[in-house]
């Protein structure tokens, strides 16, 4: 088979690394694509959003399946354009219909699928430049922390957190009225906020059955001890220790279990990865938010635990098969550590020359903000670089990475030097 995957992140390079080990796979192509990928595959320098041209790739190069990465083109209906083109039809899309691809495009109509379907999730109400007012008195009626959430997406920002009435107030105003985000905040969901600690769960579904992979857990503050400014993601462990069988059982039951049945009596098209953002509280999960992806850096260490050929499992899900599948774990714990720009997530510079790698042993370089350049493998983004490894515990496999970690340069590089330090 020849397969492209649309993206250019750490995520993407783990997709990759792991369908270039099948044997089904004939030739690789990743667009963007990065320094990682262009070693293990042939990178196509068109955008993700750019429908015409990968159509244009799609023809020239007889890709069989499409794997899309991130949330955007998912979003923008890359599955419906290939479903609606007599010339590209046949080819398999793994990610759900753009209808379905709202459960991440917008918070509002997420909250609305998880009341349907008496998914616990935090009790909120919605509001527009229009109920502002009424926005206030419901802010009024909350205890703190308030959370408010841009309905559409803002590149992960979107979301705050605030413990002042008064400044929760007036970020409601700047959302709804100023447009501080954009389109994505003509609509705000404000929410009860939930006290607990966090994991994400991945399923695989083929939109009538489905198959969860392991948990992980990320790090998504900048500054050691979860301070600081929210970022794409500074590191992941998995398995998540606190994840009893028992509590995965109920994650399954509450959650899995009545989301993809809700797809499947919504007519929502979905096939594709479901990552559920889920908070432990007390002994329950709760839903925070679903994505129509996997998760980044979390692909990292989940990806890395999976025994099975990936091109199988992607297959299955395409054809409706899923339920032929065994998943095969990993007993070993994997965990990522993602080193940034400095700066990052505000203003940071590119261009940085990342030196060492060559000297890195047992541990994998995901390179994601990388890029070649003359030979050179040079910093693009601000999340330039996730270093997995094997354990027999978590503390080893980081252990492991840290030591890689001091082997690596590139001015100005920063990671965070306590990830799993609340496990
Ligand atoms: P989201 O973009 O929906 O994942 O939200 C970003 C982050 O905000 C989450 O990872 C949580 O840490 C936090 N968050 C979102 N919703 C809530 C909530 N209802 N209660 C507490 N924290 C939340
Ligand atoms: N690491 C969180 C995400 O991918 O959204």
């Not at 959003?49 to 399946?65: R, T, W």
């Not at 009225?177 to 994505?184: L, R, S």
């Not at 995901?366 to 040079?378: N, R």
């Not at 027999?392 to 840290?402: F, G, L, N, V």
Request: negative net charge; charged residues 25%; aromatic residues 8%.
């Amino acid at each position: 088979m020849n397969i492209l995957i649309l993206g250019s992140g750490g995520r993407e390079h783990t997709f990759a690394w792991k369908i270039a080990q099948s044997p089904k796979c004939k030739n690789l192509f990743v667009a963007p694509g990065n320094s990682g990928t262009a070693k293990i595959a042939t990178n196509i320098n068109i955008g993700v959003n750019d429908f015409e041209s990968i159509k244009a790739i799609v023809l020239d190069k007889a890709i069989d399946m499409v794997v899309v990465g991130p949330e955007d083109p998912l979003v923008n209906g890359v599955h419906d354009y290939f479903l609606n083109d007599e010339a590209i039809k046949h080819v398999k899309v793994i990610g759900p219909q753009k209808e379905a691809a709202e459960l991440e495009g917008s918070k509002e109509f997420a909250k609305q699928f998880l009341y349907r379907h008496n998914i616990p999730t935090a009790a909120y109400e919605s509001f527009t430049k229009d109920t502002v007012e009424q926005g206030y008195a419901f802010l009024e009626s909350l205890t703190p922390p308030y959370v408010l959430k841009a309905d559409g997406l803002a590149a992960g920002k979107g979301v705050v957190i605030l413990n002042d009435l008064e400044e929760a107030k007036a970020e409601l105003k700047q959302m709804l009225v100023d447009a501080k985000f954009g389109e994505a905040s003509t609509k705000v969901v404000i929410e009860e906020f939930l006290d607990g600690i966090e994991l994400s769960c991945f399923v695989l579904t083929d939109g009538k059955n489905y198959k969860i992979l392991p948990t992980a857990k990320d790090y998504k503050r900048i500054g050691e001890g979860d301070t600081g400014l929210n970022t794409g993601g500074m590191g992941a462990v998995s398995p998540v220790p606190f994840a009893t069988p028992e509590f995965l059982n109920k994650i399954e039951e509450r959650i899995v279990k009545p989301t993809v049945e809700g797809f499947r009596k919504d007519n929502l098209p979905y096939v594709g990865f479901v990552f559920i953002g889920l908070i432990k509280v007390g002994d329950d999960p709760k839903v925070i938010e679903y994505n129509v992806r996997m998760g980044d850096p979390e692909t990292e260490v989940v990806f890395p635990r999976l025994k099975n050929d990936l091109v199988d499992i992607l297959l299955a899900m395409a054809n409706g098969t899923l339920n032929t599948i065994d998943i095969e774990i990993d007993e070993r714990a994997a965990t990522t550590i993602m080193l940034v720009s400095g700066g990052y997530p505000e203003a940071y510079e590119k261009g940085k020359e990342i030196t060492g790698l060559e000297a890195v042993e047992d541990s994998i370089p995901f390179h994601a903000g990388a890029q070649l350049e003359d030979g050179k493998i040079v910093t693009s983004g601000g999340r330039v670089m996730a270093i997995t490894s094997y354990g027999d515990t978590y503390q080893e496999a980081i252990k492991k990475s840290y030591q890689n970690i001091e082997k690596l340069h590139f001015d100005k590089m920063y990671y965070r030097k306590d990830i799993g330090f609340d496990l």
